[in-house]
């Protein structure tokens, strides 16, 4: 009876050590996390806001929240536009995937691709639904650019918004 116990523990170690998720590297992420604020132009017109990149569920996900406003101008109304995205690993500890959604409605599923100072996340091809790729890209450690684009074909993309932000915490 003894020696069943023991094997029943020894294996249930082995399954747990061997099939459980990794703990994700961030390493990539790192200049990123924290709180920023900037301002941009583009389709919706300039305009400012902020957003926070932090670590949640013991550091199991990446969270970010997003606030900008473009204000009325010419023939087109205020946009006040909030969003929330989480980044998440595969079960190898990389994070491969983010989920976005927004005030107006929208979920994207994002894949994740990296550069030496670029992170740069691409929505997958859904007949109809545009492309969508979003790119960080370091400038310096207090300073990013942020770039929004779509694409019909998945290979030619235009810049929705566009902006540099600074980081203050």
């Known amino acids: 009876m003894k020696v069943k116990l023991i094997l029943i523990i020894i294996l249930f170690g082995i399954f747990t050590t061997s099939f459980g998720q ?45 606030h900008s406003e473009y ?9 006040i536009h909030d969003d929330l995205m989480i980044v998440y690993p595969d ?12 005030n107006e409605g929208h979920t994207i599923n994002y894949s994740i691709a990296y550069t030496n100072r670029s992170i740069v996340l691409t929505s997958g091809k859904i007949p109809n639904i545009p492309v969508f790729r979003l790119t960080y890209t370091m ?31």
Request: glycine share 12%.
């Open 71 to 79: 204000p009325a101008a010419e023939n087109k109304s205020r946009v």
């Open 139 to 169: 400038l310096d450690y207090e300073t990013v650019n942020t770039k929004f684009e779509m694409s019909k074909d998945g290979e030619n993309f235009t810049t929705y918004v566009e902006g540099k932000s600074f980081k203050t915490k």
């Open 22 to 66: 990794q703990i994700p590297g961030w390493d990539k992420w790192n200049w990123l996390i924290g709180e920023w604020i900037g301002e941009g132009t583009g389709t919706p017109g300039r305009g400012g806001g902020f957003f926070a990149f932090s670590l949640d569920l013991d550091k199991k996900i990446l969270v970010r929240k997003s």
């Open 91 to 102: 079960y190898s500890g990389n994070p491969s995937s983010a989920i976005y959604f927004d």
